[in-house]
Each structure stands twice: as C-alpha cells, then as structure tokens.
Nanobody, 127 residues
C-alpha cells in the first residue's frame, strides 16, 4: 500500500522553528518530484515548497522564501521541511505530497499538480 506519512508538527511560538518529516512506504520517492502544501481554515491550499527528484531544483512560495527549506534523502525515502522564523500566518495543516503524473524534474507550484498526499500534520504558531 502506497503511503505518505507526515510528522513533526506541533505548537510553537512566533519566531520558533519546526522540522516536518515525510516518510514514504510502498514506493520509491526518488522516482517522483515532491512537495509540501498547506491549508489554513478559510484559505486556499498553497504549495509552500517543492523539490525535483534529485533535490537540486527547488520552488518556494514567496510567503516562505528565506524561512523554509525543503530537502529530501532518497536513501531514506524521506523528505523534510525545515521551518524557521515561524509566524502566526504559517498556522495550517501541512501535507506531504508526491507528483505522480508530471516529470520527476518538475517543481510544482499548484497543489493540483500533486497526485498523492498524506493525512497532514497540524502546525500552530502562537503570537
């Protein structure tokens, strides 16, 4: 069974940091471009970061550029999102996602480019 499982979410004060992890089972992550998107109550889903299969090409939303870093370790079948200088506006459910129909070299900017995602992990940033 193909699964993506996120971990590392939680409650943090503004200015703090969190590291999200995404573990894949049932498939080899190195075959896919990957990314993170988030959804806050009343807001549209937003891709915050994406990375191609090699880890060499990345995309960041303007809202997180300079604060978030996406990375992947294909040997561990795992992807990460390091989040620093967190703001209350970063509060959302964060989803790990895999591109399943586009090229592995893609760096998706829209959540609709992802074909599979996990259950999500809640990140809450208090002011």
């Amino acid at each position: 069974q193909v699964q993506l499982v996120e971990s590392g979410g939680g409650l943090v004060q503004a200015g703090g940091s969190l590291r999200l992890s995404c573990a894949a089972s049932g498939w080899t992550l190195s075959d896919n471009a990957m990314g993170w998107f988030r959804q806050a109550p009343g807001k549209k889903r937003e891709v915050v970061a994406a990375v191609d299969w090699s880890g060499n090409n990345e995309y960041y939303a303007d809202s997180v550029k300079g604060r978030f870093t996406i990375s992947r370790d294909n040997t561990k079948n795992t992807m990460y999102l390091q989040m620093t200088s967190l703001k209350p506006d970063d509060t959302a459910v964060y989803y790990c996602a895999a591109v399943t129909t586009l090229s592995p070299s893609a760096t998706p900017h829209s959540w609709t480019d992802f074909g599979s995602w996990g259950q999500g992990t809640q990140v809450t940033v208090s002011s």
